[in-house]
């Protein structure tokens, strides 16, 4: 089984507050990603990171911001939480190696008030 | 660029019933095929995968076949139960260069078994 993990698993905040979305693997997956699902399922690829102080936007754009120092953490960072932030954010890494898939956690629901 | 198609939904079947989700796929080179599954209220979790054509991809009564001639990759399973109900989702990974790395996801099936 992958092991990769997020917190909170829900988070309910007000507008303007600055949020922090964790997401931490203990594979040494180079690989990291973030994608925001919409409430129709669909996903969408935000941020990305191909290793240590490599960060990339995915093609949805997102007013977040991604920050990989270390190997195995990957955190999602919103300045001031809007309405329309409100979403399920999921995180994913994988292995360089081509043919291989992508490891999910099990997602941040965040609602913005 | 790459792109998924798969079947819209939602699916309602009942116990037992044959289930088919269909995808096919546009993509340069030859990418790797997977199915993801989503239970309620969790992340994605890897339902299948194969890496080339004519790979038949297999787990908890699932398979989908890596049509190269077709660009399909269909998930079948020949009787369901109400603990399949979820959503499924279809990706490739690509072959080469960026797209190599990144999961092209299709827009999700929302399959409800019934009693």
């Known amino acids: 089984e992958a092991d990769i993990y997020q917190t909170p698993r829900y988070l309910v905040i007000g507008t303007g507050k600055k949020i922090t979305l964790e997401c931490s693997q203990t594979?040494?997956?180079?690989?990291m990603y973030w994608y925001q699902q919409d409430p129709g399922m669909e996903l969408h690829l935000i941020h990305y990171s191909y290793g240590v102080n490599s960060t990339e936007k995915g093609d949805l754009s997102s007013e977040s911001t991604v920050s990989r120092i270390r190997t195995e953490h990957f955190p999602l960072t919103l300045e001031s939480a809007r309405p329309s932030h409100t979403s399920q954010y999921l995180c994913a890494s994988s292995v360089a190696a081509e043919n291989q898939p992508q490891h999910f956690g099990d997602g941040t629901r965040l609602s913005i008030l | 660029g790459d792109s998924v198609t798969q079947m819209e939904g939602p699916v309602t079947l009942s116990e037992e019933a044959f289930l088919t989700i269909n995808c096919t796929y546009t993509a340069t080179g030859y990418p790797s095929l997977f199915w993801y599954v989503q239970y309620p209220g969790e992340g994605l979790q890897l339902l299948l995968k194969?890496?080339?054509?004519?790979d038949k991809g297999s787990n908890k009564g699932f398979e989908a076949t890596y049509r190269k001639e077709t660009t399909s990759f269909h998930l079948e399973k020949g009787s369901v139960q109400v603990s399949d109900s979820a959503v499924y989702f279809c990706a490739l990974r690509g072959s080469s260069g960026a797209g190599s790395y990144q999961l092209t996801f299709g827009k999700g099936t929302k399959l409800s078994v019934i009693p």
């Open positions: 594979m040494g997956h180079d690989k």
């Open positions: 194969a890496t080339k054509a004519d």
